[in-house]
């Protein structure tokens, strides 16, 4: 699978009603491919974890390709310094707390990563800290 058959499914599986959707949960539909949760939960745990296109699509940018990305990334290839940028990078709640539930979480450097997010200043960092906790 590569990233642009990966953002081709998401194109053809999005709706105006979900992007609508997302703003009543504060998450910008601007970005949004308008694909429900439940939809790229079953997509994701079909394929195999894929650190490669993980990348790829976190470098997309939008909502639900980063979701992918999340979902679909190796937890054992996570490093410190992938994952402070991933925080650093994140835009909305959902994005932070799927990341933290289902993939730092899971990941060897995760514990060391506590308190450097929890004292930072920038809320989305901050909140994969508590979130982790």
């Given at each position: 699978m590569t990233a642009e058959e990966?953002?081709?499914?998401?194109a053809?599986?999005?709706?105006?009603?979900?992007r609508a959707a997302l703003a009543r949960y504060g998450i910008p539909g601007d970005r949004a491919f308008g694909v429900p949760m439940g939809r790229l939960l079953a997509w994701a745990k079909r394929r195999p974890k894929d650190a490669g296109l993980a990348a790829a699509l976190w470098a997309d940018g939008r909502h639900e390709a980063r979701m992918l990305a999340i979902l679909t990334?190796?937890?054992?290839a996570l490093t410190p310094?992938?994952?402070?940028?991933m925080v650093a990078g994140m835009s909305d709640w959902a994005i932070c707390d799927t990341a933290a539930f289902h993939l730092?979480?899971?990941?060897?450097h995760a514990?060391?990563?506590?308190?450097p997010w929890c004292g930072d200043g920038r809320l989305y960092?901050?909140?994969s800290g508590l979130a982790l906790i």
């Open positions: 990966a953002l081709d499914w998401l053809s599986q999005g709706s105006e009603a979900e990334d190796d937890p054992a310094d992938r994952m402070d940028a730092f979480d899971r990941a060897p514990w060391g990563r506590i308190g960092v901050r909140r």
